[in-house]
């Protein structure tokens, strides 16, 4: 596999190149090292689309066909992550909370998360501060993933933890936040344990909580 040829395939938003080289890949029954760097050079694909996007060379439009290239890109290495990962690392609900309809990077965390073996409890979009409580008094996870792109979803988020806190949850779960609006400052506010603009890092992240 030629990784700088697949991060620039990627970057180019060439779709039929990534995939033929991808479903190659797969069929040479590679190490879990070699997947790695695999998903690595993804990785890299998305910060060239968004250096082009930086530039003004790429356009919302093209930002969301990256995400859904990405997530085509994660799914055709499920197979072969799943079996190099036996078992599940830890669990987590993961959701879009209420007032925000957006979930390419939900889904792009939840493909990855999946890859790196976390059983993830996905409840869509627009989900309230109750949907997320109830659903962590259901499946008893370690980490719950909070995802919006727009600024309002930022008080949303910080209506979930104090939810949490008045359930007598908050302490049993990790809180990451991930998305545009969510900085340090962010976090803090809504009582995260943690924020991310990064799919990748995000995963980081919570294989720290559960190792």
Sequence with gaps: MDLSL???KIGE???EKVFEMLNEFVNTNPSPDETKKVVAACQSGMSVVGDFFEKGEYFVGD?????????????????IMDTQNAGTVGS???GTVAGD????????FKSMAEAAGFKVYDLGIDQSAGEFVKKVKEVNPEIIG???VLTLALESMKNIVE???????????KVIIGGNPVTKEACETIGADAFTTNAAEGVKICQKWVG
């Design 6 to 8: 697949l991060t620039q």
């Design 13 to 15: 938003l060439d779709e």
């Design 63 to 79: 930002l969301i066909f990256a995400g859904e290239l990405l997530t085509s890109a994660i799914d055709i290495l499920k197979p």
């Design 92 to 94: 987590m609900v993961l």
């Design 101 to 108: 309809l957006h979930d390419i990077g939900k889904n792009i």
């Design 146 to 148: 909070l995802s919006g």
């Design 163 to 173: 939810a949490l806190e008045e359930a007598g949850l908050r302490s049993k779960v």
